[in-house]
């Protein structure tokens, strides 16, 4: 991700240099525009690029913490299938068995539940994160393709580039307010 917030990050700069010359030469003035516009979708695509990256970490966190827990859930049923074991064999050899080994195997399946409930619940929170991410991401992919487009908008002298970049900033805000929004 860095490498693309360096390219727009370039581009806008160049675009602003290529507006400055222009509007010294006392020409087009539509270039202001775009200038001023390219910069304030640079820092929607920051904003955007930063809430992508959150979102990216907090699923990468809640799946961690998932897997922790199905790891828990996976110790839990080895050791009841321990205790259970042992007391199959006490009852082959015709010896009763350890009521404590029995009250534990219970009471380690009901917390299996318990810990089963919790590995769901930060598999949906990773996936909800992972989903946000996604949405953000296309945010950011879509106000870089806008930047580069105002760019070469001045770069050629073409006022309906410039409105395509607008277009898709627009695009890229409408995936920014998805994602904070919903």
């Known amino acids: 991700m860095d490498e693309l917030e360096d390219f727009?990050?370039?581009i806008h700069e160049q675009s602003n240099e290529h507006a400055h010359h222009i509007l010294s030469e006392g020409?087009?003035?539509?270039?202001?525009?775009?200038?001023?516009?390219?910069?304030?979708i640079a820092v929607l695509a920051a904003i955007t690029g930063l809430l992508a990256g959150a979102h990216a970490d907090e699923a990468m966190l809640s799946q961690i913490r998932s897997s922790?827990?199905?790891?828990?859930?996976?110790a839990k049923g080895i050791k009841t299938e321990i205790l259970?074991?042992?007391?199959?064999?006490?009852?082959?050899?015709?010896k009763p068995p350890v009521a404590e080994d029995v009250a534990k195997?219970?009471?380690?399946?009901?917390e299996q539940a318990d810990i089963k409930t919790k590995a769901e619940d930060f598999q949906k929170e990773s996936d909800m994160h992972?989903?946000?991410?996604?949405?953000?991401?296309?945010?950011?992919t879509l106000f870089q393709i806008s930047i580069a487009i105002g760019a070469i908008s001045i770069i050629v002298k073409r006022k309906s580039l410039w409105l395509v970049s607008m277009g898709f900033a627009c695009i890229g805000i409408f995936f920014l307010l998805q994602g904070v929004l919903f």
């Open 27 to 40: 020409k087009e003035k539509w270039v202001l525009l775009v200038a001023l516009s390219t910069a304030l």
């Open 84 to 94: 259970n074991s042992s007391n199959k064999l006490l009852v082959a050899m015709g």
């Open 105 to 110: 195997a219970k009471s380690n399946k009901k």
């Open 8 to 10: 727009s990050e370039k």
């Open 68 to 74: 922790d827990q199905w790891a828990f859930y996976q």
């Open 130 to 140: 992972t989903e946000k991410h996604a949405i953000f991401a296309r945010g950011v």
